[in-house]
């Protein structure tokens, strides 16, 4: 059983910053964390996926570049640091863990691989 708490999104402007957080307990270096997001009527869509033990780390297109996985394992976190943010970055933010081994480069961003889910936390894009 892991528990996942999210926290840090809020409103903010086209071009700004924000850091995510993910808090797993508990923190396991046999997981995967990965961040997805979801907008209104839109599919569940994963953003970035960190192996909590080792430094594979895995992105969407759509934020390459711009968004950055970490972990702090002494604060059993792992963060999301998401700059030049966009409108269509708009949307609620889940982290979500599963075991390391169901997880790989093609299927990281499938939701029906993690067991385990946080509630979320809204993230706003505003110009």
């Known amino acids: 059983q892991v528990q996942l708490v999210e926290s840090g999104g809020g409103s903010v402007q086209v071009g700004g910053s924000l850091r995510l957080s993910c808090r797993a307990s508990p923190y396991s270096n046999s997981n995967a964390i990965t961040w997805f997001r979801q907008a209104p009527g839109k599919e569940r869509e994963g953003v970035a996926m960190?192996?909590?033990?080792?430094?594979?780390?895995y992105y969407a297109d759509s934020v390459l570049g711009r968004f950055t996985i970490s972990p702090d394992r002494a604060q059993s976190t792992v963060y999301l640091e998401m700059n030049t943010l966009k409108s269509e970055d708009t949307a609620m933010y889940y982290c979500?863990?599963?075991?390391?081994?169901?997880?790989?480069?093609?299927?990281?961003?499938?939701?029906?691989?993690?067991?385990?889910w946080g509630q979320g936390t809204q993230v706003t894009v505003s110009s």
């Open positions: 979500a863990a599963t075991f390391w081994s169901r997880v790989g480069r093609g299927n990281w961003f499938l939701p029906e691989k993690y067991g385990y």
């Open positions: 960190l192996h909590a033990g080792a430094e594979t780390k």
